[in-house]
């Protein structure tokens, strides 16, 4: 370790809290960019968001039992999510456009209750034990001290997640009817596309999102039914505190969180929960559409 | 029973005679109904519970249903409230009717602290706004543990009787209990009924009909957002501060985001912008959590199957569907 | 898990009993308690995070009624369990707790598992005159303020815990000692528990790191632990924060240096856990091994065998089955369910129901009895259920409780 401090604390120390940060900060982004596309593009607060992170674990961890294949589960776990996300939207949030915010609201929170029961008489109050893949497991120096391998990878996976969705936003024929549909919906329908469908399959992308950072997550904290509480609550704070609908925000902001929540850790451990609605509440008072979000996405 | 106000989605037809004259008489019908509602109830201390919830959901509905704000800080209200009163008497030995008094009162002052930064906020901004403050003052009040218990929760509000001018209530006998807490409740409604009767309650119907028109009509939008939040979370603070006589503890629970998405599910389920639908709300979300919990373990399925169904079929909630059947029947 | 049979069956019985009710106004019914049988209310967290838990308390119980059934009862009474869902929420809990006293007139009260639900129904039911045996762990329980004289405490307290297991701990594994703590009440208690205990043999704390109570990630916390190499981690947690603290400890290579303690090792979080427990060594107040050594803790193992397809009770399973044990030889012993005479035998019970022998303390009517220091292990086991090693043994002793007048109790 070196010797130099800042504010008491060893610079390698910090580093490596930094680094921390970012690995919590890309299961946020992953969770926060499904929520924000939903909420930013159709009006739909989806309270069953932490829902399907939580069943998107549990998929993933359940056919890791039969395959052995960690791999495997990275797809398999959003692929079933983002299956379940549009026939969800296609069967009970469809019928509820036009309705304002709450009808959708009301109907995701009872979703999510569904789902964790459905989850508890399937597998059980106690929840799966799971660890990170075996050659996933252990630490390694990166130079300010020991990381465990596994967080390195999720952040490395996470930015190659991002990327292609970046990719794909910008550089589709989709990705175009999508960002334009976040600026007005009306837009897309003049150009002759059904916005039903695009809200079909936006719902969808948010769902496998939550799954993959579903599977993501497993490996750090086991599967539980309950798992997607908090998260739920973070995916809130990064989808406002990056601004509704925007990728870039999402990303920024789910970084911020995590930092913000590792840098409280070391300073007021005690504070860390109270940390992220202070920012949020913060972030709102200053800027209320959030850091990146724009001005009338929403109305 | 009683509409107040036009339903908050398009009614369908003018209001008959039978329900006009009902309105009129909204609070007696109310009062009414509480007054047997024991007789109906599974159990007494579940019925002061439904009473307890009706009123913070009447609260709620105030600026939800009246205003158009959907708030999810509510929580922060009921807590504070409820902690108000609690370390009244568990600290400070008020007699129990001052202790209502200042749990109403410092719900009053976080609902002003509350609103004066949110109001500025409008729409999913603002049932943001008020959920990140509302958590804010939640993890205050956590880490006031020398006042509030913190996880522990508050205990010992014992009551176990007030002394009024010529009696004295046991308040451990259930009957009682309920009974003193109606009263309570009851000044509540008939106070609420009025200020919705009042041009003040014109003008919340006017902001959340267009708020651009409203401003335009000469009304200062801004200040009567605000006072509707802090009547409103008044409301709640009373709801909350009765609760911690009724069950003895303050849990710190009751501060939590997921008490203010209590309210907006009561709400909905009896219809909001109606004058007795937060009742309906309140003693359909009570009875189903308690009714199914002691037939399943497995209760979360079907309340939340239930939830969807009702957002499906019956979006003007139960109280909403009601009035509106009784409507187009040209009641 | 094969709970799911005999919950349902469970539920079904009390369903039946609440239809009846529903059908009957609440304000017509009218105490029948006296004659009929011994009512026992027992509010445990049914659904939620420890349902598990619960569920194997709720069967414990019910074993300690068909015992006491079928030795014939009290005086022609025979003994039933009204169970009821607390959700683990305080305000369930008072409003289960009303309703069990107000409608159901039990006699006495049994239950809770978390310490927020425990000091609530004890409040409700202090206030009431009702005997309240909680089989929750919690340090204010005993304490003035929250005690009542039909307060009676069947389980463990943290002091106890963490005492006996830094008294095991310490002298081994070394006297540089971190704390990753949960910020609450039970968490703040098991460290003082630790602290005390640490203060004669020594110890120097390294670092005291408080987290936030349900924390689903502590890799924040985790670097500048290891960084500091303790001897001792201590992580005063529970539950759910356990089972994550000590996945991701592993993670961050923390056992390469340092012994990871736990104050309380529950049965049913090192089977969530997994092998990421192994080696961690923590206190409990039962583990089924205990039939190894103590005669009537295979006697009870077998019973509970017997009657549920040759499972074995968990730790909070037992004291479900010692809690309403407790309050049955009180009536008994009392030869009346009246509440006061009732205090008073229970007062005096000298018992060995299941491990040993244990009796209520006189100030603060907390039971004194042994603790169990066990390590987990996910190899050479014997069964599936076989996932720790007995260590040691602390005995009963009120030396390691804190005093009456601590607690604030007058002599």
């Known amino acids: ?299 | 029973m009683t509409e107040g106000a036009p339903a908050a989605r398009p009614g369908s037809g003018r209001t008959g005679r039978w329900l006009a004259r009902a309105s009129r008489h909204r609070v007696a019908l109310t009062l009414a109904f509480l007054l047997v509602f024991p007789w109906i109830a599974p159990y007494q201390a579940l019925a002061v519970n439904i009473l307890v919830l009706g009123l913070y959901a009447l609260g709620f509905n105030l600026l939800f249903g009246y205003t158009g704000l959907l708030s999810f800080g509510h929580a922060a209200f009921l807590g504070g409230g409820a902690y108000g009163c609690g370390i009244a008497i568990v600290h400070y030995g008020l007699h129990p009717g001052l202790a209502l008094a200042a749990g109403t009162l410092l719900a009053t002052l976080i609902a002003a602290a509350m609103g004066v930064l949110a109001i500025r906020t409008r729409g999913i901004y603002f049932a943001m706004t008020t959920l990140a403050l509302s958590m804010c003052v939640y993890y205050a009040f956590y880490r006031a543990e020398a006042f509030t218990g913190g996880e522990n929760g508050l205990r010992g509000i014992n009551v176990p009787s007030v002394a009024l001018p010529g009696v004295r209530l046991n308040l451990l006998d259930p009957t009682v209990k309920y009974y003193a807490v109606l009263a309570v409740v009851g000044l509540a409604i008939w106070l609420f009924s009025r200020l919705l009767s009042s041009p003040f309650g014109a003008a919340l119907e006017a902001i959340r009909e267009n708020e651009h028109r409203a401003q335009a009509c000469g009304y200062d939008v801004a200040r009567m957002k605000l006072a509707a939040f802090v009547i409103s979370g008044a409301l709640c603070g009373l709801a909350g501060a009765l609760q911690a006589i009724h069950l003895s503890i303050v849990p710190i629970e009751i501060m939590h985001y997921s008490t203010s998405g209590q309210a907006v599910m009561m709400a909905l389920l009896g219809g909001m912008g109606t004058f007795f639908g937060p009742f309906v709300g309140a003693a359909t979300f009570s009875l189903l959590q308690d009714g199914l919990a002691t037939l399943t373990s497995h209760w979360q399925l079907f309340v939340g199957a239930i939830f969807i169904a009702f957002v499906l079929f019956l979006p003007l909630g139960i109280w909403g569907e009601v009035l509106a059947r009784l409507r187009r029947a040209g009641w | 898990m094969t709970t799911g049979i005999d919950r349902r069956g469970l539920l079904r019985g009390s369903a039946a009993a609440s239809t009846l009710a529903l059908a009957a106004p609440a304000l017509l019914r009218s105490a029948a308690a006296q004659a009929g049988p011994i009512r026992i209310g027992f509010p445990v967290p049914l659904t939620g995070a420890f349902g598990a838990e619960a569920n194997d308390q709720v069967r414990a119980a019910q074993l300690a009624i068909k015992e006491f059934n079928a030795a014939g009862g009290f005086d022609g009474r025979t003994a039933e369990l009204l169970v009821r869902d607390d959700k683990i929420n305080p305000g369930e809990a008072a409003t289960r707790t009303l309703e069990l006293i107000e409608k159901d007139r039990v006699n006495f009260l049994v239950g809770g598992l978390s310490a927020a639900v425990t000091l609530s129904i004890n409040n409700v039911a202090r206030e009431r005159g009702v005997i309240y045996n909680s089989i929750s762990q919690s340090d204010a329980i005993n304490e003035a303020k929250d005690f009542g004289r039909t307060t009676f405490h069947e389980a463990l307290n943290p002091h106890m815990t963490a005492g006996a297991v830094g008294r095991y701990v310490f002298p081994k594994s070394g006297k540089r000692v971190a704390f990753l703590s949960a910020d609450y009440a039970y968490g703040h208690e098991m460290m003082r528990g630790f602290k005390r205990a640490g203060e004669a043999s020594g110890i120097e704390v390294v670092a005291d790191i408080r987290h936030p109570i349900g924390a689903s990630d502590y890799s924040a916390f985790l670097p500048r632990i290891a960084a500091l190499k303790p001897d001792v981690l201590c992580l005063c947690n529970f539950g759910r924060d356990q089972v994550v603290s000590i996945q991701q400890a592993t993670e961050f290579g923390l056992k390469r240096n340092t012994k990871l303690v736990a104050p309380v090792l529950l049965f049913t979080a090192r089977k969530a856990g997994g092998d990421a427990f192994d080696g961690v060594v923590g206190g409990t107040s039962y583990y089924w091994r205990l039939e190894d050594t103590v005669p009537s803790a295979k006697a009870f193992n077998d019973r509970f065998r017997a009657a549920y397809n040759g499972a074995v009770p968990s730790d909070y399973g037992a004291l479900g089955y010692a809690g309403v044990r407790s309050v049955l030889e009180g009536v008994k012993a009392a030869g009346s369910t009246d509440t006061a005479k009732v205090v008073t035998a229970m007062e005096g019970l000298k018992a060995d129901f299941y491990k040993g022998p244990q009796s209520f303390r006189a100030c603060d009517h907390q039971s004194v009895q042994s603790v169990l220091i066990v390590e987990a292990k996910s190899k050479g086991m014997s069964t599936p259920d076989d996932v720790f090693t007995i260590l040691g043994t602390e005995g009963p002793d009120e030396r390691f409780l804190r005093g009456c007048d601590e607690l604030g109790h007058k002599a």
Request: glycine share 16%.
């Open chain 1, 1 to 299: 370790m070196s010797d130099l401090t800042i504010g008491g604390f060893p610079l390698d120390l910090l580093g490596l809290q930094l680094v921390t940060g970012v690995a919590l900060g890309a299961i946020y982004v992953l969770v926060g960019i499904g929520l924000s596309l939903i909420f930013g593009l159709m009006n739909v607060v989806n309270f069953a968001h932490g829902a399907f992170f939580m069943v998107g674990a549990y998929v993933g961890v359940f056919l890791y039992g039969y395959t052995g294949s960690f791999w495997l589960s990275l797809v398999a776990a959003p692929l079933a999510m983002g299956l379940l996300g549009l026939a969800v939207e296609r069967v009970l949030v469809r019928p509820l456009y036009g309705r304002g915010i709450d009808d959708p609201l009301l109907l995701t929170f009872g979703l999510s209750y569904v789902m964790v029961e459905g989850v508890r008489i399937a597998f059980g109050l106690t929840g799966l034990p799971f660890g990170a893949p075996p050659e996933l497991r252990g630490a390694v120096d990166i130079g300010i001290g020991y990381f465990p391998l596994y967080r390195l990878f999720l952040i490395a996976f996470s930015m190659a997640v991002v990327g292609a969705l970046w990719l794909f936003i910008e550089r589709t024929a989709f990705g175009l009817v999508i960002r334009a549909g976040a600026r007005d919906p009306q837009i897309v329908q003049v150009l002759g596309i059904e916005i039903s469908k695009v809200w079909l399959a936006i719902f969808g992308l948010g769902c496998a999102l939550a799954g993959l950072a579903g599977i993501l997550a497993a490996p750090l904290q086991g599967v539980t039914p309950e798992m997607g509480i908090p998260v739920l609550a973070e995916a809130f704070v990064v989808t406002v505190v990056g601004g509704m609908g925007s990728l870039a925000g999402a990303v920024l902001a789910g970084l911020i969180v995590g930092i913000v929540v590792a840098m409280t850790s070391l300073v007021a451990p005690d504070m860390t929960k109270m940390a992220i609605f202070a920012l949020m509440a913060l972030v709102l008072l200053v800027r209320p559409r959030g850091l990146l979000g724009r001005a009338g996405a929403l109305g």
